[in-house]
Nanobody
């Protein structure tokens, strides 16, 4: 069974950049669709980006399109989220997730394995 651990969150000023990492262990990382979700206080957890098993196909929610870049390194069993031009509204707990039954999906319900989350706080 795959296990996921996020890192890279922090406290930054608006306009700054952060790179989140998601390290996977167990399972077959290179076969899974992977995604990033975020949850702001008092709000639902939302899917913001996905990447297919090979890294060649990606999806972005409109809220992050053009600012965030998802990538993966299957040799390192790691997924990344490069976040540029951060805004206060990006403040949330960020979760990586795997859809172990899919090579690529942007359906939130398909994601069945989760990391513990990493906090990103963007001040104005």
């Amino acid at each position: 069974q795959v296990q996921l651990v996020e890192s890279g969150g922090g406290f930054v000023q608006a306009g700054a950049s952060l790179r989140l990492s998601c390290a996977a262990s167990g399972g077959t990382f290179s076969a899974y669709a992977m995604g990033w979700f975020r949850q702001a206080p008092g709000k639902e957890r939302n899917l913001i980006s996905t990447i297919n098993y090979s890294g060649r196909s990606t999806y972005y929610d409109d809220s992050v399109k053009g600012r965030f870049t998802i990538s993966r390194d299957n040799a390192k069993n790691t997924m990344y989220l490069q976040m540029n031009s951060l805004k206060p509204e990006d403040t949330a707990t960020y979760y990586c997730a795997a859809a172990t039954g899919y090579g690529f999906t942007s359906s939130p319900g398909a994601y069945n394995t989760w990391g513990q989350g990493t906090q990103v706080t963007v001040s104005s």
